[in-house]
């Protein structure tokens, strides 16, 4: 069964240091998304991106964020300087077109800022 | 913010149905109900989605209500691997891509005891 898949499954960085995260969404699928999920609260939207632009994102999704699919298969979410409070748990998700409208989730990046 | 109410928690015997219910008064006539569960820190997994009619997969058994305020996942024999955090989320079609962001809230924390 085809799944989203994300690497690394932890990154530990030093505050102040970008990082990327990675995800090769479900082949054939269009639209692509990161949430978030703080230790111990809810899963938050960050962004969604749709034929190579941002179609909506979270006030969380300040400048410091950006998103970008380089090639046919991956699609990335870099944070160019890293804040104690960006440790969380990224999902990435990716759906397809067509009327059932069901996204589908990564296992997630453990991000680590120390 | 999630336009649903779920208990916090609830308890249910391996190999008996566990009910979870979810309100959503202010359900609007081209919402669905979608339900996703938790397991641990994983990723969010999709079990099943419905708009008024009853829905049941390999998963999962999906009912509503005639007036689509509530409705109830049934997950018919639970399992000691169905432990999770199950999410009742409404979200309109996918007509609008742009808006299709998935709203988590709190959840409803169910353990399934031996």
């Known amino acids: 069964e085809p799944e989203v898949t994300q690497t690394p499954s932890h990154q530990v960085t030093q505050m102040g240091q970008e990082v990327i995260l990675r995800c090769v969404p479900i082949s054939n699928h269009l639209y692509f998304y990161w949430y978030r999920q703080i230790l111990g609260q809810k899963v938050e939207f960050l962004v969604s991106?749709?034929?190579?632009?941002?179609?909506?994102k979270s006030e969380i999704f300040d400048d410091q964020f950006s998103v970008e699919r380089p090639d046919g298969s991956n699609f990335t979410l870099k944070i160019r300087s890293t804040k104690l409070e960006d440790s969380a748990m990224y999902f990435c998700?990716?759906?397809?077109?067509?009327?059932?409208?069901?996204?589908?989730f990564g296992a997630g990046t453990r991000l680590s800022v120390l | 913010d999630a336009k649903t109410t779920q208990p916090t928690s609830m308890d249910c015997a391996e190999g008996r149905a566990a009910n979870l219910p979810c309100n959503h008064s202010t359900i609007s006539g081209n919402e669905y109900v979608y339900w996703y569960r938790q397991i641990h820190s994983q990723g969010p997994q999709y079990i099943i989605h419905?708009?008024?009619n009853n829905e049941t997969n390999e998963m999962a058994s999906l009912i509503i209500t005639e007036d689509r305020k509530s409705s109830t996942l049934i997950l018919p024999h639970a399992t000691l691997r169905d432990t999770a955090v199950y999410y009742c989320i409404v979200r309109g079609t996918q007509a609008s891509y742009n808006t299709d962001k998935l709203i988590f809230g709190t959840g409803t924390r169910l353990q399934v005891f031996p």
């Open positions: 419905g708009l008024k």
């Open positions: 991106f749709y034929n190579n632009e941002i179609s909506e």
């Open positions: 998700a990716s759906r397809g077109g067509g009327g059932r409208n069901i996204q589908y």
